[in-house]
C-alpha cells in the first residue's frame, strides 16, 4: 500500500519559518514527480513545488526566493522548507505523487496524495 504522510505543519508568526516533510512509504520516490500543494479556505488547490527525476524542481512565482523543495532519496522524503512566511501561506499542505517523474503535471494528474498538514501564518 502506498501512503504518502505530511509532516511539520503549525502555527507561526509573519516572517518565520517551517519546515514540512512528506514520507513515501510502499513505492521509492526516486523514480517519480512529488508535488507540495496547498489549500487555502475557499480557494483551489494550487501547485507551490515540485521536484522531478534529474532533481528538476518547479517553483511557484508566489513563493519563489522563500520556499525551497528537495529530497533524501534514502529517507524516501521530500521536504519543503519556507522561510519568510507570510499570512497569505496559510492553508492546508498536501504532498502528491505522480507516476513516471518526466513531469510536474498541475492538480488532478497525481497518483496518490497525502492526508495534509495545516499551515497558519499570524500577522
Known amino acids: 500500500e502506498v501512503q504518502l504522510v505530511e509532516s511539520g505543519g503549525g502555527l507561526v508568526q509573519a516572517g518565520g519559518s517551517l519546515r514540512l516533510s512528506c514520507a513515501a512509504s510502499?513505492?521509492?520516490?526516486?523514480?517519480?514527480?512529488i508535488t507540495w500543494f496547498r489549500q487555502a479556505p475557499g480557494k483551489e488547490r494550487e501547485g507551490v513545488s515540485c521536484?522531478?527525476?534529474?532533481?528538476?524542481?518547479y517553483i511557484a512565482d508566489s513563493v519563489e526566493g522563500r520556499f525551497t523543495i528537495s529530497r533524501d532519496k534514502a529517507k524516501n522524503s521530500v521536504y519543503l522548507q519556507m522561510n519568510s512566511l507570510e499570512p497569505e501561506d496559510t492553508a492546508v499542505y498536501y504532498c502528491?505523487?505522480?507516476?513516471?517523474?518526466?513531469?510536474?503535471?498541475?492538480?488532478?494528474?497525481?497518483?496518490?496524495w497525502g492526508q495534509g498538514t495545516q499551515v497558519t501564518v499570524s500577522s
Open positions: 502528491a505523487l505522480e507516476r513516471g517523474g518526466d513531469y510536474c503535471s498541475g492538480y488532478g494528474l497525481q497518483d496518490y
Open positions: 521536484i522531478r527525476n534529474g532533481d528538476f524542481t
Open positions: 510502499g513505492i521509492s520516490i526516486d523514480d517519480h514527480a
